[in-house]
């Protein structure tokens, strides 16, 4: 199994601030890396497919990077909207996420 | 517009199997390109991958539960099912279905349902 490791857990920002949220690979999959966001008793949303390709619908301030075992999703002025949990899925192999990281707004 | 609706149980006892139906609409399972999925995640932690069903009725199972797991669709296309053969309490989560987009394959999961919570308890 391909295991993806996310980091920080928790992280907690004032409005406006850029915060860059970190998904480590056990193994290389090269950009098949996807990015989540999951707001409290809602379903996951796509925000980023293929490590760094935008998705339609989605703000431009969500970016996203990386290939091989690192990767980071980057959200840029961060909105009280934002406050979610992001998850990143492979699909290197059969599908797995990590663990994700709980975005909060202090 | 492309929406699914997962139904389910609610809540059934250990040892018992798990049926669930996802309904969609705004597209047909039968179209070239097309795969639902069921994705799962227990109350505050992760989603995990459980099975996919394409346009050709091609089947793809998580390999750690595939014994337990058995996908389909019904002949309208309209409908994808899941049976979770000897479910146990840690089978309680929510579950989702997910549509991938058009030619997506079923590990990319673009359009999701609103889940349904199953409690197993006895």
């Known amino acids: 199994d391909i295991v993806l490791t996310q980091s920080p857990t928790t992280l907690s920002v004032t409005p406006g601030e850029t915060v860059s949220l970190s998904c480590r690979a056990s193994?290389?999959?090269?950009?098949?890396l996807h990015w989540y966001q999951q707001k409290t008793n809602e379903s996951p949303r796509l925000l980023i497919k293929?490590?760094?390709q935008s998705i339609s619908g989605i703000p431009s301030r969500f970016s996203a990077s990386g290939s091989g075992t690192d990767f980071t999703l980057n959200i840029n002025n961060v909105e009280f909207d934002d406050v979610s949990s992001y998850f990143c899925?492979?699909?290197?192999?059969?599908?797995?996420f990590g663990s994700g990281t709980k975005l909060e707004i202090k | 517009q492309v929406t699914l609706k997962e139904s389910g149980p609610g809540m059934l006892q250990p040892s018992k199997t798990l049926s669930l139906t996802c309904s969609f609409s705004g597209f047909s399972l039968s179209t070239s390109g097309m795969v639902v999925s069921w994705i799962r995640q227990p109350s505050g932690k992760s989603l995990e991958w459980l099975a996919a069903?394409?346009?050709?009725?091609?089947?793809y199972y998580n390999p750690s539960l595939k014994s337990r797991l058995t996908v389909s669709k019904d002949t309208s296309n309209t409908q994808v099912f899941l049976k979770i053969t000897s479910v146990d309490i840690a089978d309680t989560a929510t579950y989702y279905c997910?549509?991938?987009?058009?030619?997506?394959?079923?590990?990319?999961?673009?359009?999701w349902g609103q889940g349904t919570l199953v409690t197993v308890s006895s």
């Open positions: 069903i394409d346009w050709d009725g091609d089947k």
């Open positions: 997910a549509r991938s987009p058009e030619y997506g394959g079923y590990t990319l999961f673009a359009y």
């Open positions: 193994h290389s999959i090269g950009t098949n």
């Open positions: 899925q492979q699909t290197q192999s059969w599908p797995t």
């Open positions: 293929y490590a760094s």
